[in-house]
Each structure stands twice: as structure tokens, then as C-alpha cells.
């Protein structure tokens, strides 16, 4: 079993959830096709918006419902046992955005700007409708991808024997993920990625020097950007940057890795800012069940408050205090006899 091996299982799920993430642009332009230039408010709440949500709904969840499987598959590649008692939660991870949004909110922000841009910056309705149907197109496919990608983060944490990740890249990679191409994270470490990122982590339990020259491209920045012709080498890195390179220069002092992100945080907990999100919190939700049953057994009430996996992953202490609050937030699921441990 070889890195190599696991590199072409990452791969495959790549593809997997870029045909989700198109198969719900395909059905989200159906819908699209339903907005009206001269009544864009109100076609979009009458007509479009709850086809958009039925859409993504459903990509994040068949997003979501792969990743234990692929972190099985890629953890046995790597020598790794996967065996655990844990099984990710799929719809869990939908109904919500990244950042802890609801998903109707996040869609509904295009078209508001669209109408901002009809009414005070006199653009056409037309023009309008073409930016709304863009941007709704762009969220459909990162939000599906980051459903997949942090359910599958899940699914590492809850297998016990996997105890970091190495940063896979995928093509057309950005020069700040190809800097990052190889580099091993311990279990708990956010996952550096920009709006629209296509890179995924292979589940390992060792360190990056381990596995340093053992996979392909996509986990080696050199020879990523030797795969590119000259041309996409200075595009991508700038010429002089590509020139530097060329000569010898190393790839990651050439190229300034930062970690792009936005704090959009809900929760004050402690001084540190985390997000939290209104999903699965109703009746007919996991959250809901869970924290029901936990009432029950501790015999006092809990807050209703549902943080997101991001947020967790920041507030745990220890691995076993985030498995535990992954449990209880019902991002893990286990026999509902295990629910009194979490």
C-alpha cells in the first residue's frame, strides 16, 4: 500500500464531487431559468429559491454520504486501520453553508445584490439576472465540495487510528495550495483552503518526512510545477516568481502561503469568535434527537445552540473532547444506547 495508491483514490473522490457539485449546477440552471429580469425579487422567492435549496440540499448530502467511505478506503491505503464506531451523519452537513449560513440566506445574496445593481447603479434587469445566475452556479459547486470535505474531516477524527492528513492537490491548482501539496496536519488542524478550493486531505498516520517523495504531483509542489508547461508556470506564479523557480530558487520561498479566510463567526465563546449554525436545530432534526436525549439522561435543559464543525474543531481541547462535541452536535452518529457517553 503506497501513497501513490492513495493519491488515485483521493482523485477519484475529487471527481465524484465535482460531478455532484455540476449535477447540481445543472439542476440550479432549471431553476434559474425561472427568474424573471422585470420581477427579480419576486420570482426569485416564488420560483427559484426553494428549487435552489432542494438542489444543493440534496449535493451536500450525497457529498457528505461518501466520505466515510473514502476515508476507509484511503486510510487502508496508507497501512492505516480504519476501523471505528463512528459513522458521519450526511445531513448534517447540508442545509447550511461553510461558514454556518443558512442556505437560503447565502443563495438569496446574489440576487439582492442584483437588485441593488438595477435600482442604484442603473445595470441592466438583464445583466442582472446573468451576475445572479453566476454567482448561484459558483456557490452550488463550493458548497457541495466543502460539505464533502468536512464531512470526510469528521470521518478522520472519529477513526481513532488515523492521526493526521497529508494535503493532496488536485489539477490547476492555485500557487498557494501547491505550496502546501504533501505537507502532513495533525487531526485537528484547520484545513487551509480559499472560496472555491479543490484540494483534499489523504487520511495517514504518520508525519510528511514519511512520506516525502513517495506520491506524484499532487503531493510534491516541485514536481507540480514541473508538470506545468511554461506558460501555466508563469501564470500561476508570476514570471519572475517562475523564473526564480526555474533557476533553483525553493517553491515555498518563493511564494507567499497565507491563509486566506473570513471570520463570520455568531458566538463569543471565551474570547475566541466561532460560528454557529440554526441547521437540524427543529424537531425533525439529528441536533434536535440528540440533544433531546441528552436532556433526558443529564436531567437539565441544554443550550440550543448548534456550532458548526469549524467552530468545534477550534473549541476542543483534546481529540476526545472533539469527537465528543462532534456527537453531541450530530455530526457523529452512534447506537442511540452511546448517545449517555457523548
Known amino acids: 500500500m503506497t501513497l501513490a495508491q492513495a493519491?488515485?483514490?483521493?482523485?477519484?473522490?475529487?471527481?465524484?464531487?465535482?460531478?455532484?457539485?455540476?449535477?447540481?449546477?445543472?439542476?440550479?440552471?432549471?431553476?434559474?431559468?425561472?427568474?424573471?429580469?422585470?420581477?427579480?425579487?419576486?420570482?426569485?422567492?416564488?420560483?427559484?429559491?426553494?428549487?435552489?435549496?432542494?438542489?444543493?440540499?440534496?449535493?451536500?448530502?450525497?457529498?457528505?454520504?461518501?466520505?466515510?467511505?473514502?476515508?476507509?478506503?484511503?486510510?487502508?491505503a496508507m497501512g492505516v486501520n480504519a476501523a471505528t464506531p463512528w459513522e458521519v451523519a450526511p445531513g448534517a452537513f447540508a442545509g447550511a453553508a461553510a461558514d454556518g449560513r443558512p442556505l437560503s440566506s447565502m443563495l438569496t445574496v446574489p440576487a439582492l445584490r442584483g437588485r441593488l445593481a438595477v435600482e442604484e447603479r442603473g445595470q441592466s434587469a438583464e445583466w442582472a439576472a446573468g451576475q445572479i445566475r453566476q454567482s448561484v452556479l459558483l456557490m452550488g459547486a463550493s458548497e457541495t465540495a466543502d460539505a464533502g470535505w468536512g464531512a470526510a474531516q469528521t470521518a478522520m477524527v472519529g477513526t481513532w487510528h488515523i492521526t493526521g492528513y497529508i494535503r493532496c492537490i488536485s489539477a490547476g491548482a492555485c500557487k498557494r495550495c501547491a505550496v502546501l501539496a504533501g505537507r502532513w496536519y495533525r487531526w485537528n488542524a484547520d484545513f487551509l483552503r480559499h472560496k472555491h478550493c479543490h484540494c483534499y486531505g489523504i487520511p495517514a498516520a504518520g508525519d510528511e518526512a514519511r512520506n516525502r517523495g513517495r506520491g506524484s504531483w499532487r503531493t510534491d509542489p516541485h514536481r507540480y510545477f514541473d508538470s506545468l508547461s511554461r506558460?501555466?508556470?508563469?501564470?500561476?506564479?508570476?514570471?519572475?516568481?517562475?523564473?526564480?523557480?526555474?533557476?533553483?530558487?525553493?517553491?515555498?520561498?518563493?511564494?507567499?502561503?497565507?491563509?486566506?479566510?473570513?471570520?463570520?463567526?455568531?458566538?463569543?465563546?471565551?474570547?475566541?469568535?466561532?460560528?454557529?449554525?440554526?441547521?437540524?436545530?427543529?424537531?425533525?432534526?439529528?441536533?434536535?434527537?440528540?440533544?433531546?436525549?441528552?436532556?433526558?439522561?443529564?436531567?437539565?435543559?441544554?443550550?440550543?445552540?448548534?456550532?458548526?464543525?469549524?467552530?468545534?474543531?477550534?473549541?476542543?481541547?483534546?481529540?476526545?473532547?472533539?469527537?465528543?462535541?462532534?456527537?453531541?452536535?450530530?455530526?457523529?452518529?452512534?447506537?442511540?444506547?452511546?448517545?449517555?457517553?457523548?
Open 7 to 76: 493519491e488515485q483514490l483521493t482523485a477519484r473522490r475529487q471527481r465524484d464531487l465535482e460531478a455532484i457539485g455540476r449535477a447540481v449546477q445543472a439542476e440550479m440552471l432549471f431553476w434559474m431559468a425561472r427568474l424573471d429580469p422585470g420581477d427579480l425579487m419576486g420570482s426569485w422567492f416564488d420560483e427559484v429559491l426553494p428549487g435552489l435549496y432542494a438542489a444543493l440540499v440534496r449535493g451536500q448530502t450525497q457529498a457528505a454520504a461518501g466520505a466515510s467511505s473514502y476515508v476507509a478506503d484511503a486510510a487502508q
Open 231 to 342: 506558460r501555466d508556470q508563469d501564470r500561476l506564479f508570476g514570471r519572475g516568481g517562475a523564473e526564480s523557480i526555474r533557476a533553483g530558487a525553493d517553491l515555498a520561498s518563493v511564494v507567499n502561503a497565507r491563509r486566506v479566510s473570513s471570520q463570520l463567526g455568531r458566538l463569543d465563546a471565551g474570547g475566541t469568535v466561532v460560528s454557529t449554525t440554526t441547521e437540524g436545530v427543529t424537531r425533525r432534526g439529528w441536533f434536535h434527537h440528540v440533544r433531546t436525549e441528552l436532556e433526558r439522561i443529564e436531567g437539565r435543559p441544554l443550550s440550543r445552540v448548534r456550532l458548526t464543525p469549524e467552530a468545534i474543531f477550534k473549541l476542543a481541547a483534546d481529540r476526545e473532547e472533539l469527537v465528543r462535541l462532534l456527537g453531541r452536535h450530530g455530526y457523529l452518529v452512534r447506537a442511540a444506547a452511546d448517545i449517555a457517553r457523548l
